[in-house]
């Protein structure tokens, strides 16, 4: 990785985004954690307390398209990491919201 590389990573709290962000934080690299969810308890299980330290939480929603971009202007974001997505159940609850997060 280059030192000017910078990650976000959405959907950072669920299964696969804590291992993202655990391998990224290992490897040095700049990176933002976007989630709805406020708590990494999935992060805290597969990372150290220095490895956690090295990546910033940020709760917000992929679906506010001007926040998401803003926060890629500020953090100088090279690299997006899209894991944000609702599983079958939550789909088919709410077929629209599955839509927007998992496809628009």
């Known amino acids: 990785m280059s030192e000017a590389e910078r ?15 655990r391998n990224l934080a290992r490897e040095g690299v700049p990176t933002v954690a976007l ?5 990494p308890v999935r992060p805290r299980m597969v990372m150290t307390p220095d490895e956690l330290s090295r990546v910033q939480f940020v709760q ?17 974001i090279t690299h997006i990491v899209h894991l944000a997505g609702l599983q079958v159940p939550a789909c088919r609850a709410n077929p629209a919201l599955g ?3 998992n496809v628009l």
């Open 99 to 101: 839509v927007q997060v």
């Open 35 to 39: 989630d709805v969810g406020v708590d």
């Open 60 to 76: 917000g929603d992929i679906r506010n398209t001007e926040a998401t971009v803003a926060l890629v202007e500020e953090h100088s």
């Open 7 to 21: 990650f976000l990573v959405t959907g950072a709290l669920g299964c696969i985004g804590a291992w993202v962000l």
